[in-house]
């Protein structure tokens, strides 16, 4: 019979997936690698898997201990999601912007949710960062994996998501495309594609306009997940040939028609990568085969970006209208 014992082993060797009418009248290929369709839903679980098994090997976390993150997105369910599997308890500390949807999936997976005040500074008791710290020191047994510092983030995406592409592409991959968030999943694909083919692949960065990796100041920005106010440890900027810049209105209109023409629900940053694609792919030849990244599905983001009362409200949407065309945004 055909089955695994765990869900946990169906992590990772996510498919890739032609994109069609998006990327109509342009020369190269275009590849989406679907990372929604790890069992968490999202890139992040291959991460989560991976500080879990580090952590258990350096004796950071025994048997009964409990792991504490100050996250509540995918980083969390991929932790919730590993860790309860594995017999720990799992603490998500969150600020309480964070929408009832996102905890009530966190505590579906078993997760304990710390909701913290928002309108506080970092440095503040109360705060989630704080809060976080607190707990991790006085739970006993507690270790935070801490995915802005944490080696294994780009070296999970290093064993795994690197060679994935290179293989699936019969090692033909040209570009790589990814939005950078913590920037785990940019550094580690990019240096093992960067090391494999002797530097021929060309790595390229997705960014919303105002996030500092294309030098903003991290003024705010609506699409989740990618761009940052502070250069993490776990981002490698050398490992970047180029970091496109992407408005939200141009993600959040890619993730609509990537939905719709495309069969692919998935989240804004996706839509933030696809458009930072076919910007790269305007510039290319028939030989190209450019690889995009998709973090995660677009569940999470219906009553946003999926939603014309919330699009309108943040002037993504002419009132009455309909999206523009990709094709007037690029
Ligand atoms: N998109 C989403 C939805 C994410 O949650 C993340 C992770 N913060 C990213 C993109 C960026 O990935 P990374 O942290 O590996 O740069």
């Known amino acids: ?6 869900i946990c082993d169906l992590i990772g060797d996510t498919p890739l997936v032609r994109i069609g009418d998006l990327a ?14 790890n069992p968490g839903g999202s890139s992040k679980d291959r991460i989560a898997q991976s500080m879990i098994d580090a952590a258990e090997k350096s004796g950071q976390l025994r048997p009964g201990g409990t792991i504490v993150e100050p ?34 999936t966190l505590k579906a997976y078993g997760a304990e949710v ?10 503040h008791p109360d705060s989630y960062y704080s809060v976080s710290d607190r707990l991790a020191r006085d739970i006993p047994g507690a270790w935070k994996p801490d995915q802005y510092s944490n080696p294994e983030n780009p070296a999970s995406h ?3 998501t690197g060679p ?22 940019i ?8 090391e494999v083919s002797g530097g ?53 209109a890619v993730t609509r028609r990537l939905a719709r023409e495309e069969g692919l629900l998935v989240g804004g940053s996706c839509g933030l990568a696809v458009a930072a694609a076919l910007k790269v792919a305007r510039g290319c030849g028939p030989d190209d085969v450019i690889v995009v990244l998709l973090p995660d599905g677009g569940r999470g983001y219906l009553a946003k970006i999926f939603n014309d009362t919330w699009m309108a409200a943040h002037g993504f949407l002419p009132p009455g209208g309909e999206m523009t065309g990709v094709g007037d945004l690029l």
Not at 164 to 181: K, M, S
Not at 187 to 194: C, E, H, N
């Open 158 to 160: 290093y064993r795994t």
């Open 71 to 104: 996250t509540s997105g995918n980083t969390g369910v991929g932790l919730a999601l590993v860790a309860r599997r594995r017999g720990y308890r799992c603490v998500s500390v969150c600020p309480d912007k964070v929408s009832e949807s996102k905890r009530d």
């Open 114 to 123: 710390v909701v913290c005040p928002t309108s506080v500074p970092p440095d």
């Open 187 to 194: 550094s580690g694909v990019g240096r093992y594609l960067k």
């Open 200 to 252: 021929r692949v060309r790595i390229v960065g997705a960014d919303p306009e105002g996030s500092v990796y294309s030098g903003g100041t991290g003024r705010p920005y609506l699409v989740e997940g990618v761009g940052e106010d502070m250069w993490p440890q776990t981002f490698d900027k050398d490992v970047c040939d180029e970091v496109v810049r992407v408005t939200d209105a141009e993600s959040f």
């Open 164 to 185: 994935e592409i290179w293989q699936q592409t019969r090692e033909r991959v040209t570009h790589f495309v990814a939005g950078i968030g913590t920037g785990g999943t």
């Open 24 to 37: 109509a009248g342009l020369e190269p290929l275009v590849l989406a690698k679907v990372e929604y369709l």
């Open 1 to 6: 019979m055909d089955y695994v014992d765990d």
